[in-house]
């Protein structure tokens, strides 16, 4: 079992920044997949940012240039710095992991931008 704790959602004004963190704890496997999803309310949840524990990324184009994920693997916790805030980016932030063919999301921490 895996548990995943997000953190550093809040209020911004745009323009701003926020950083969140992942921690995960539980049984992580050395080879694992980490995201970023968020979803807005009415819409879908979307892809934000995935990171391999090898540190390959991929990134939405909706937020290229202006967050950036990365991960500590030696503290199980993954991270998005988020810049240029803009409204259109308030939503729940939800982080997941895959491994072992299994997916296990956390709880969310919402991002408000305020316009």
């Known amino acids: 079992q895996v548990q995943l704790v997000e953190s550093g959602g809040g209020l911004v004004q745009a323009g701003g920044s926020l950083r969140l963190s992942c921690a995960a704890s539980?049984?992580?496997?050395?080879?694992?997949?980490m995201g970023w999803y968020r979803q807005a309310p009415g819409k879908q949840r979307e892809l934000v940012a995935t990171?391999?524990?090898?540190?390959?990324?991929k990134c939405a184009d909706s937020v290229k240039g202006r967050f950036t994920i990365s991960r500590d693997n030696a503290k199980n916790t993954m991270y998005l710095q988020m810049n240029s805030l803009k409204h259109e980016d308030t939503a729940v932030y939800y982080c997941n992991i895959g491994q072992w063919g299994r997916v296990y999301w956390g709880q969310g921490t919402q991002v408000t931008v305020s316009s």
């Open positions: 539980g049984s992580i496997s050395s080879s694992n997949v």
């Open positions: 990171i391999s524990n090898s540190g390959r990324t």
